[in-house]
């Protein structure tokens, strides 16, 4: 797996919009803080148009990225948002010239797209609060920022009384759950297998969570974790007849005949305090009283 350079004074970082389009206003205080911490900060031409739901049309959004991409000057790779639109974009980009000069690609939600791209072609990337929720929890925003510049070192949560004890290390991987559910079978699968996996949503049905829960078991993607690891599952809902499980409950019964570390509540995912990790690179989790997350 490839780690791209950690970020350094003057480098260049790209802010672009890949789903739903954002305003000038949201986006300054990203531009602002990146440059209080000496670096340059560039956004891509079309960053602020306006298609629909989305920021410009899949041409305009895919001509951003690759810039991005292949720009060298360019050292990381801020996404503005979330939102919906990132997986149309997959089949016209070529990630030929960012194979030559890699670079951090970063954000969460909408953007776990890219970093299943990435887990394919072997480069590390972060999870993490993106330019829209800057203002939002400055803790998660200087996560981001120490990841970025190679300071982050592990992550620690309280106790929940639904966590399965162990511990064991494999690389981490993983994002928005039903981002992952929707590429199953795509060129963009990810390979679990040895691996711990992150997973977070938002906005689901409890049925629905069980139902990409049981494809991820039938295809095969928990049996050989080495770990599970669960974030943010913000504001589920429910039918008229209930479904009778908590997600927690859920995402146990799926692992059930496994014998793998759980954690539940990590601070990261569609909660103010999105904290960052790294995916693609090996890690140690400890579930016990408290969870650590270290990387190796």
């Not at 990225?65 to 149309?88: H, N």
């Not at 030559?100 to 972060?126: C, E, M, Q």
């Amino acid at each position: 797996m490839i780690t791209p350079s950690f970020l350094k004074n003057g480098d260049g970082v790209a802010i672009i919009a890949t789903a739903r389009k954002v305003s000038e206003s949201e986006i300054q205080p990203a531009v602002e803080f990146f440059e209080g911490k000496g670096l340059k900060v560039c956004t891509g031409k079309n960053l602020y148009q306006s298609y629909h739901q989305f920021a410009g049309n899949d041409e305009q959004r895919a001509g951003d990225l690759q810039w991005a991409l292949d720009d060298p000057a360019i050292k990381a790779i801020l996404i503005a948002r979330g939102g919906y639109g990132s997986v149309r974009l997959l089949e016209h980009i070529n990630f030929t010239g960012f194979l030559k000069n890699p670079k951090w690609l970063v954000g969460y939600s909408d953007v776990t797209v890219f970093h299943s791209a990435l887990h394919g072609i072997g480069v590390a990337s972060l999870h993490a609060t993106m330019p829209l929720n800057f203002t939002k929890n400055a803790e998660a925003t200087e996560s981001m920022y120490a990841a970025l510049s190679g300071q982050l070192t592990h992550t620690v949560t309280e106790e929940n009384f639904s966590n399965r004890w162990g511990t064991s290390q494999g690389e981490l991987i993983g994002g928005n759950l039903s981002l992952l559910y929707s590429l199953c079978g795509t060129p963009y699968d990810i390979d679990t297998a040895g691996k711990i996996l992150f997973i977070e949503d938002l906005d689901e049905y409890l049925y629905h969570i069980d139902r990409m829960m049981m494809q991820l078991k039938l295809s095969g993607k928990l049996k050989h974790l080495k770990g599970l690891i669960v974030g943010g599952m913000t504001d589920m809902k429910d039918n008229a007849i209930p479904f009778g499980k908590l997600p927690e409950e859920i995402i146990l019964d799926a692992v059930a005949e496994y014998d793998y570390p759980v954690c539940f509540d990590f601070p990261a995912g569609h909660i103010d305090r999105n904290l960052a990790m790294y995916f693609g690179r090996k890690v140690e989790l400890k579930v016990e009283e408290k969870t650590v997350l270290t990387y190796l």
